[in-house]
């Protein structure tokens, strides 16, 4: 299977810990994306890369959330001291440069934070 | 970055054509505009993009008049599995590669 890969599907943790998140892209994509998405809403940007670049990070993403691309392939996203409020479907894109290139998504993480 | 208008919800019956609106006023000139469809606990799915008139691909076709600031996905002959939420998506033009959602349209297929 060729297509974007996340680690875990589900998550369920207690308030306070912290929890990682993983993404391999498709492997000639360049960008790579973070949403965050509840029930009944549609995704919500959270940041994204270009090859091992942060380029930009919504102001909805606090200090308690990192991302990181080191190597411009797989994209780890980090939530510290978790609340309840993040229990969201965190989804992962990837698309190349080129302006317009679809974004091909993965099945996403979903977390409970309980 | 546009901001995208579509209605919340919409109902069809299998074997219709279902016909759903997209407003996006302020589109940049070179943005594109992609339609993706998402089924539960699922990530969205690429249908189709255009930028100008009429593109078909083997499910969908998508109207885009000339002055862009709305577009139309149409769905021939839906069928149950077609149920689903539908999203417009402009962008791709800009430097920034940020891509904004709007809530999308859940389409109900009734038997």
């Known amino acids: 299977d060729t297509g974007v890969s996340q680690d875990p599907r589900h998550k369920i943790t207690k308030r306070g810990q912290n929890v990682t998140f993983r993404c391999d892209p498709i492997?000639?994509?360049?960008?790579l994306y973070w949403y965050r998405q509840t029930l009944g809403q549609g995704p919500e940007f959270l940041t994204y890369f270009q090859n091992e670049a942060q380029l930009e990070k919504s102001r909805l993403l606090s200090d308690r959330f990192s991302a990181e691309r080191p190597k411009g392939s797989f994209s780890t996203l980090e939530i510290q001291r978790t609340e309840q409020g993040d229990s969201a479907m965190y989804l992962c894109a990837s698309s190349l440069r080129q302006g317009g290139s679809p974004l091909h998504f993965g099945n996403g993480t979903r977390l409970t934070v309980t | 970055l546009a901001k995208t208008t579509q209605p919340i919800s919409m109902d069809s019956y299998e074997g219709q054509e279902v016909n759903i609106t997209c407003s996006h006023n302020?589109?940049?000139?070179?943005?594109?505009i992609t339609w993706y469809q998402q089924f539960p606990s699922q990530g969205p799915r690429f249908i189709i993009q255009g930028y100008k008139t009429k593109v078909t691909n083997e499910v969908a076709s998508l109207f885009i008049p000339a002055d862009r600031k709305s577009s139309t996905l149409s769905l021939p002959r839906v069928s149950l599995s077609d149920t689903a939420v539908y999203y417009c998506l402009p962008g791709g033009s800009s430097n920034t590669g940020k891509l904004i959602f709007g809530q999308g349209t859940t389409l109900q297929v009734k038997p």
């Open positions: 302020n589109i940049a000139t070179n943005d594109y």
């Open positions: 492997s000639e994509h360049n960008r």
